[in-house]
């Protein structure tokens, strides 16, 4: 660089914020600062994270993770129906919250979309109770339903369901919100009604939103299953924290590795099927 | 009958804005009847008038003697079937096949439950067919409506207006957004309709070349109001310059150069 000082001082002089923030936002940048790293600190004190325990912990860890070789297998079919049942029994959990959820998301999601619903109240009201529904943990909804309907996979549905019906019916409105009116206008102008012009109209814009959106949260809620199962709401997790608790650790690990596969598997194939949708021809049968 | 087709004092505003304006017009059976002007004056207003797509400030509309402006649920669905509507963008689904594009024209014959499940009878497929035939595009009945070109979404269009068996057909600006090729497929159709079936034709254009060489009426539309209503011949410079004004008339001129369209059915 070749620039004299005199010339430094000079444009320092015509905009002297270009070379420093002023005070009032300095203080406030370091005010900042101070703020985040005294909470962390505060964090750190508060939940005693010392060395010495974090080195303690590693070594259990260790120990923990150790089971995992040689993996654990099942030497008779007893018990390895009752692991495959649990899985099936989680992926069955799944598959029918989503579609309850779905089929109750779907008229609802109607009355909260601008282009179907015009009465603004209305739908504001839907909207806000798709948020009140959305604040409902699914796990907390579960130990709700447990209370309710006992153990075994029927709360687990239920939470799910409940869940996705405030998720979905957002999701919903907004693809629904999302689509032309000019196909809309064509079937009005043909004579259609109301009903034969989302159905013809809209439906078909938003059909494959709704596939793409269902099959992403059936993945989504596979892995909460597994959890729901940890509370006393059917399916694997119910055999994982049994195996956990009994200090059965190799076996636990099997089911572990029983579980990612079972995810994998449902990620890969449903992405195929979304990729499928996407392109697919839809008329009339 | 002398007067199908009648508005009588027809307005309709926005807010401020007349966008159409005191009209009385009668149009005949069988005409085909072009709607030429400035854009913004009104063309689309009035023939979404028709159709009941937005409805009269002012006025009636009547067809055959019957108050059209006054209809409701099933009764004005069966009206909007009689006078079937092409748009400037087609208006099609773009993701449905061209078939059921059509079949949407049988809609207001169909029940709830037949068409929640999009299901049409043999007679009406057939029909759909036919009409596909009469402007060349059996081959692409079941290609999705949205992979096919401008021109051919068009025609799509007008197929399915063909299968509402309407006794008119409004079409607005239905070759703005076409080459002058399809432009000229697309008139000539709607022109072949018009004589074959005797379908009263109702189009708005933005050409004064392509209203010359097709229509047998010209209506033209300035802020709202009918500002010349006659035949071709009579339509002088002197009128359209009063139309579009001086320098609409200029642009107007290279609109005409770059997408008018010449008939070929008329010879
Ligand atoms: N839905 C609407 N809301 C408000 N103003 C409108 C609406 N439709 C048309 N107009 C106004 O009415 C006038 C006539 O419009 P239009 O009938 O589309 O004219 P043209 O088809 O001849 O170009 C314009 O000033 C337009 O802005
Ligand atoms: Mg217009």
């Not at chain 2, 004589?195 to 070349?209: F, P």
């Not at chain 2, 310059?241 to 320098?247: F, P, Q, T």
Request: one cysteine or more; hydrophobic letters at 45%; aromatic letters at 8%.
């Amino acid at each position: 660089m070749s620039l004299s000082h005199t010339d430094i001082n000079a444009a320092k002089a015509r905009v002297p914020l270009a070379f420093q923030a002023p005070l009032t936002v300095r203080m406030r940048r370091a005010a900042l600062w101070i703020g985040f790293i005294g909470l962390f600190c505060y964090c750190l004190w508060a939940f005693d994270f010392s060395p010495m325990r974090i080195w303690e912990g590693m070594g259990r860890l260790g120990n923990v993770l150790s089971f995992m070789f040689p993996p654990h297998v099942w030497d008779n079919w007893a018990d390895f129906s009752e692991v495959l049942n649990g899985l099936g029994e989680t992926l069955a959990i799944a598959f029918m919250g989503t579609l309850l959820g779905a089929i109750f998301a779907f008229p609802v999601s109607l009355l909260g979309a601008k282009n179907i619903n015009r009465f603004t109240f209305l739908r504001q009201s839907a909207r806000r109770g798709y948020d009140v529904i959305r604040a409902f943990e699914t796990l907390i909804l579960a130990l709700i339903f447990i209370r309710a309907f006992g153990l075994g996979p029927l709360p687990g549905i239920l939470a799910i369901a409940v869940s996705e019906i405030g998720t979905f019916a957002k999701l919903f409105s907004e693809a629904i919100e999302n689509t032309s009116n000019k196909p809309v206008e064509g079937v009005k102008a043909s004579g259609g009604s109301r009903l034969q012009q989302i159905r013809f109209g809209i439906a078909p814009q938003v059909n494959p939103v709704i596939l793409s959106i269902l099959l992403y949260n059936f993945e989504s809620n596979v892995r909460s299953g597994t959890i729901l199962g940890i509370v006393g709401a059917g399916g694997i997790g119910f055999l994982l924290s049994d195996r956990i608790s009994a200090y059965k650790w190799e076996e636990a690990w099997s089911i572990i590795f029983l579980i990612i596969a079972m995810v994998y598997a449902i990620d890969y194939l449903s992405g195929l099927i979304r990729q499928r949708i996407i392109g697919k021809w839809d008329g009339a049968k | 009958m002398s007067s199908d087709l009648s508005l009588q004092k027809v307005s309709r505003h926005f807010g401020e804005t007349r966008a159409v304006d005191d009209v009385s017009l009668d149009i005949r059976s069988g005409q085909f009847v072009g709607v030429i002007g400035r854009s913004g004056a009104g063309k689309s207003t009035m023939l979404r008038l028709i159709n009941r797509l937005v409805d009269p400030t002012e006025g009636a509309i009547l067809y055959e003697g019957r108050d059209i402006t006054a209809l409701k649920g099933k009764a004005l669905r069966e009206w909007r079937r009689d006078c079937a509507m092409i748009f400037q963008q087609f208006n099609l689904v773009e993701r449905l096949d061209v078939l059921t594009n059509v079949l949407i024209g049988r809609l207001a014959e169909h029940g709830f439950v037949s068409s929640m499940a999009m299901r049409f009878s043999d007679e009406e497929r057939a029909m759909a067919i036919q009409a596909l035939d009469r402007l060349d595009l059996v081959p692409q009945a079941l290609q999705r409506a949205g992979t096919l070109s401008g021109g051919q979404q068009q025609r799509v269009a007008i197929a399915k207006a063909l299968v509402q068996q309407p006794k008119i057909m409004l079409a607005d600006e239905p070759i703005a957004s076409l080459d002058p090729a399809n432009a000229t497929l697309v008139m000539d159709g709607l022109k072949t309709i018009n004589r074959e079936d005797g379908i009263t034709v109702l189009v708005n254009l933005h050409t004064l070349d392509t209203a010359r060489a097709y229509c047998d009426r010209i209506i033209a539309m300035r802020q709202g109001r009918v500002f010349f209503d006659g035949t071709a011949a009579q339509l002088t410079d002197d009128v359209v310059r009063d139309i579009y004004g001086l320098e609409g008339l200029r642009e107007f001129n290279e609109a005409v150069t770059s997408t008018s369209v010449h008939s070929s059915v008329l010879a």
